[in-house]
């Protein structure tokens, strides 16, 4: 069974940082796909982060060049940095994993609120 979950999330003032971390058991990080995913209120999830079949990060336009993706095989973790953040980035982050086959498997979600 595969098990995702985040944590890392909480409140920072515009231009600060934050690390998510989504540890991911029941399947090996280096046949999987992995990536992460925002909503924020009202709108749709969305993709910020995640890696290429090749294991080229990938990144939304909105975070290109403040946003870090990351993995750790021996610690089955995917990491993402969050730098210089300001209030678009408020939003509910969640990790998605993709082991062989059809099946996504979700987070519950870990909460990001920019405010000053």
């Known amino acids: 069974q595969v098990h995702v979950v985040e944590s890392g999330g909480g409140l920072v003032q515009p231009g600060g940082s934050l690390r998510l971390s989504c540890v991911v058991s029941g399947t090996w990080l280096g046949v999987t796909g992995v990536g992460w995913y925002r909503q924020a209120p009202g709108k749709e999830r969305e993709m910020v982060a995640t890696?290429?079949?090749?294991?080229?990060?990938q990144y939304a336009d909105s975070v290109k060049g403040r946003f870090s993706i990351s993995r750790d095989m021996a610690e089955s973790t995917v990491n993402l940095q969050l730098n210089s953040l300001n209030v678009e980035d408020t939003a509910v982050y969640y990790c998605?994993?993709?082991?062989?086959?059809?099946?996504?498997?979700w987070g519950q979600g870990t909460q990001v609120t920019v405010a000053s």
């Open positions: 998605k994993v993709r082991p062989p086959g059809p099946v996504d498997y």
């Open positions: 890696f290429t079949n090749r294991g080229t990060p």
